[in-house]
C-alpha cells in the first residue's frame, strides 16, 4: 500500500505544486495517462470554481474528443458537452457517483470522426433532452440559435454560432464568460479543418476573431480534440501564439488550403448516426 501511495506521488508531483486554476493547462496529459491508466485510475480534469460549478473534463483516446461536464454544485443539476458513444457508460457512471442530474446532452456541431452519445444517453436517462444548433442540418430535442442559453441550476451556458468547420458549430460560454467550449471551431494552437461538411475558411476566421477572441483574456478555452496532450488554454494564449489564427487571413486561407489531411476514418458512418443526433442502431 505504501508503494502504491508512493508511486502516485511520483506520477502526479508536477500537479501537486500548480496553482488550482492552471492545473491542466501545465500538466502533460500525454506523458501521463498511460502510467496512470495501469494503476487503475480515471484521469479527468476536475474543477469547482467560488461560483459553485462542478467541472470534469473527459477524454476519448480513438478520437482525442474531448467531453465536458458541468453542474450546479447545488442543485445538482448538469450538462454534458460533446459525449461519445463509446464512453456513455463511463461518463453516466461519474454523473451517478457525484449524484448528478443530467439534463442535456449539447453538441457543439455534428462530428464526422466519432458518433454522439447522446442517443444512447436519451435511452439510459429519463427525461434527458439533447440540443444542437439549428444549423447543423441534425435533428435534436433542443434547436439552437445565437444568444441561446442552455440552464442548469442556477447557471446557464450562453450559444455563440462559430461556423466554418461546419456551419453548425457552435460555442459554449459559460454565464461569467470565465470559460468556452470551442468544439473544432478552435483548438489549441490550430483549429477545425474547412474542406468539407460545409467548411469555410474564411468564415471559421471570421468566427475566431469575432465570436471567441472577443471574450476575456482569461477565459479559458476548453476544446473539442487534442492530439498532443493539451487540455486547455486561453483567449489570451491564442491571441498570441496560435500559428494559423494570429496570420492575416489571406494566410490563414492558404494555410487551410494546403493542410491535405486524410478523410476521417468514420465520416461515412459517424455523420449519417449524428444527424438524428446519434438514434441510429446501438
Known sequence: MALAASRLKALLSPVLHCKPTRLFARYNVAAKTAQLSKSGLRLYCVRMDSTGVLFRQLFEP?????????????????????????????????????????KVAANTHCHADHITGSGLLKQKVFG?????SKNSGATADIMLSDGDTIS???????????????????????????????????????????????????????????????????????????????????????TKFNPRLTKP??????????????????????????????????
Open 128 to 132: 434527458l433532452k439533447s440540443a444542437i
Open 62 to 102: 480513438e478520437s482525442c474528443t474531448y467531453t465536458y461536464l458541468l453542474a450546479d454544485a447545488d442543485t445538482k443539476e448538469a450538462v454534458l458537452i460533446d459525449p461519445v458513444l463509446e464512453t456513455v457508460d463511463r461518463d453516466l457512471k461519474l454523473i451517478n457517483e457525484l449524484g448528478l442530474k443530467l
Open 152 to 238: 442548469f441550476g442556477k447557471h446557464s451556458l450562453t450559444v455563440r454560432e462559430t461556423p466554418g468547420h461546419t456551419d453548425g458549430c457552435v460555442t459554449y460560454v459559460t454565464g461569467d464568460q470565465s470559460m468556452a467550449f470551442t468544439g473544432d471551431a478552435l483548438l489549441i494552437r490550430g483549429c477545425g479543418r474547412t474542406d468539407f461538411q460545409q467548411g469555410c475558411s474564411q468564415k471559421l476566421y471570421k468566427s475566431v476573431h469575432q465570436r471567441i477572441f472577443t471574450l476575456p483574456g482569461h477565459c479559458l478555452l476548453y476544446p473539442g480534440h487534442d492530439y498532443k496532450g493539451q487540455t486547455v488554454s486561453t483567449v489570451d494564449e491564442e
Open 249 to 282: 487571413l489571406d494566410e490563414f486561407v492558404k494555410i487551410m488550403n494546403n493542410l491535405n489531411l486524410p478523410k476521417p476514418a468514420k465520416i461515412d458512418i459517424a455523420v449519417p448516426a449524428n444527424l438524428v443526433c446519434g438514434l441510429h442502431d446501438v
